[in-house]
């Protein structure tokens, strides 16, 4: 198949039909040729610069000696070209650090399997008198912050006054009695925290100690930690490893 050309300028040069159909690509994509196909052209930055390339060196071989073009509009053009071509190449190495920050996250979060951690939660074992961790996270200093324990029947067990702490997270440990000092009985409680900040109800977080039993890949290739009481956190969302 032989490609048509079109005369240009005064000394008779001839351009591609290929080139033409470039600078203008709506016309080019309603063309179809012997095989009923429509004809495309590359649009990506090392492309268009190729193609810019083309018809530059063909507009400086035809232009008119007594109206030169402007090399202003040449230099902005070729800065506007390279700037496509730089963000294209740094979104392709920016992707690549986000796949290998994402593949080295798995790998740390894979040394805390068999870890206990301290995740937010409302939900914790009693088994054999043994009381799991507890914790409270603050996102501000607090005047008064409270833990309360409920049964399964859901009667207040017992009540942990902590007093005025920081913002942060505070590590409690419950001895698994309650208000009386009397061992509780084996099975499931919740845990509930308060928070007062100057005289108005603030925001806590309980936190309940969990073991770390495998690492979940989540769609946007983070991961989360599964936990042994059902639980299931990101890495951001650990509050304390114990």
């Known amino acids: 198949?032989?490609?048509?050309?079109?005369?240009?300028?005064?000394?008779?040069?001839?351009?591609?039909?290929?080139?033409?159909?470039?600078?203008?690509?709506?016309?080019?994509?309603?063309?179809?040729?012997?095989?009923?196909?429509?004809?495309?052209?590359?649009?990506?930055?090392?492309?268009?610069?190729?193609?810019?390339?083309?018809?530059?060196?063909?507009?400086?071989?035809?232009?008119?000696?007594?109206?030169?073009?402007?090399?202003?509009?040449?230099?902005?053009?070729?800065?506007?070209?390279?700037?496509?071509?730089?963000?294209?190449?740094?979104?392709?190495?920016l992707s690549s650090l986000s796949t290998q920050l994402s593949a080295g996250q798995n790998a740390q979060a894979a040394l805390l399997i068999g870890s206990t951690v301290l995740?937010?939660?409302?939900?914790?074992?009693?088994?054999?008198?043994?009381?799991?961790?507890?914790?409270?996270?603050?996102?501000?200093?607090?005047?008064?912050?409270?833990?309360?324990?409920?049964?399964?029947?859901?009667?207040?067990?017992?009540?942990?006054?902590?007093?005025?702490?920081?913002?942060g997270t505070v590590p409690i440990t419950w001895n698994g009695t309650d208000a009386a000092g009397n061992a509780v009985a084996d099975g499931t409680y919740t845990v509930s925290a308060s928070a007062t900040v100057n005289g108005q109800a603030g925001t806590a977080t309980a936190l309940v100690a969990s073991k770390v039993q495998a690492v979940i890949q989540q769609s946007d290739g983070g991961a989360s930690l599964s936990l042994a009481n059902g639980k299931t956190v990101s890495l951001s969302g650990v509050a304390g490893i114990l």
């Open 1 to 93: 198949m032989t490609s048509s050309n079109t005369t240009i300028g005064g000394s008779s040069a001839t351009v591609s039909q290929q080139l033409l159909d470039t600078m203008n690509p709506s016309a080019a994509s309603g063309t179809s040729g012997a095989s009923g196909k429509s004809s495309t052209s590359g649009t990506s930055g090392s492309d268009l610069q190729n193609t810019f390339l083309q018809l530059l060196v063909t507009q400086l071989k035809n232009q008119d000696p007594t109206n030169p073009m402007d090399s202003s509009q040449m230099t902005s053009q070729l800065a506007q070209i390279n700037t496509v071509t730089g963000i294209q190449q740094l979104n392709t190495s």
């Open 119 to 167: 995740a937010p939660g409302n939900s914790m074992t009693v088994a054999s008198g043994a009381a799991p961790q507890l914790g409270v996270t603050l996102p501000s200093a607090a005047s008064d912050v409270k833990l309360t324990i409920t049964n399964a029947a859901g009667q207040v067990v017992n009540t942990l006054d902590l007093g005025a702490q920081s913002a």
